[in-house]
């Protein structure tokens, strides 16, 4: 079965963003669109369908303009919003949000819904706060290891593959806090990035050899994942990550670094469950 582009607007500047996003995204992919409004229980009637009904029609109409022979089709649905579009993203290639939506603070980047979906949706989640004027050629993910991580790649390496351009695997590694006075382990903490460093390098090796048409680069950085990955997605056009990686509880659906990178970065970011898990 094909699957399809799931986007979920509510008629503000961040959803239209989002539709604008997941247009080129499935202009390029080849994915249909589904267009959802998840009507609150104060729209079920009256003047509130109404309105519900033309933030989908406004929605649909802007994705038909950005593309061609896309099937985009819209569902007005009911009940709990975060609910509703798990249960959405069950059968959908990715769902497609904006970062925040009519209610919450205006300062926040990203919103209660977007954080609710990206840690429980079946697949990945990609949450747009705006699309920006300058196209930097290139896809980042993050890499740890992790299953997490793998999934964000094979999400990724699709990602590059249909925009033709490189895709920028990152691998940070935090050195572990030790006393000032401690010299001896500068050595030892060397000889350990520098192994994580070389395995980080080894694992892009199998992705290269089975997407020989993708250019894919790799690096290792020191530092904290959060800045790393921040300062890579800053220059890219989309940004990648695992729900959770190595680190943290593995009860956790979203981890504190995927946490913290969609509180403060305004690129494009993609959060990739494994699907089953």
């Known amino acids: 079965m094909t699957r399809h582009i799931v986007v979920g607007v ?26 959802v ?21 406004a929605a649909a109409d802007r994705a038909r303009a950005l593309t061609r022979d896309v099937e985009v089709t819209t569902q007005l649905l009911s009940g709990n919003v975060i609910d509703t579009l798990i249960g959405e993203s069950a059968a959908a290639d ?39 004027a300058v196209e930097h050629d290139r896809v980042v993910v993050g890499d740890d290891g992790s299953e ?19 895709l920028h695997v990152v691998y940070a590694w935090q050195a572990p806090v ?19 460093s070389r395995a980080a390098a ?13 250019r894919i680069v790799d690096e290792q950085v020191p530092g904290h994942p959060v800045n790393v990955l921040i300062k890579a997605g800053s220059t890219a056009d989309l940004l990648v990550m695992g729900s959770r990686g190595l680190g943290g509880f593995a009860s956790a659906v979203l981890g504190s670094v995927s946490h913290a990178v ?16």
């Open 148 to 166: 997490h991580s793998d999934a964000a790649i094979r999400y990724a390496v699709g990602q590059a593959r249909a925009r033709g351009v490189p």
């Open 202 to 214: 080894e694992r892009v090796t199998p992705w290269r050899e089975k997407n020989p048409d993708v």
């Open 37 to 57: 409004h998840v009507c609150e229980q104060w729209s079920y009637a009256g003047a509130g369908t109404e309105y519900c009904a033309g933030v989908l029609a």
């Open 262 to 277: 969609l509180h403060r970065l305004t690129t494009p970011v993609a959060v990739v469950r494994p699907r089953g898990e």
């Open 94 to 132: 990715s769902v497609v949000l904006g970062s925040r939506g009519l209610g919450g603070f205006a300062g926040m980047i990203l919103g209660s819904i977007g954080m609710g979906v990206a840690g429980h949706a079946a697949g990945p989640v990609v949450i747009v706060r705006r699309l920006s």
């Open 10 to 35: 509510d008629g503000s500047a961040p959803a239209t963003a989002a539709v604008e996003w997941a247009a080129a995204d499935a202009q390029r992919r080849g994915p249909a669109m589904r267009i």
């Open 178 to 196: 030790v006393s000032p006075y401690a010299a001896a382990y500068n050595v030892l903490l060397e000889e350990a990035y520098e192994q994580q």
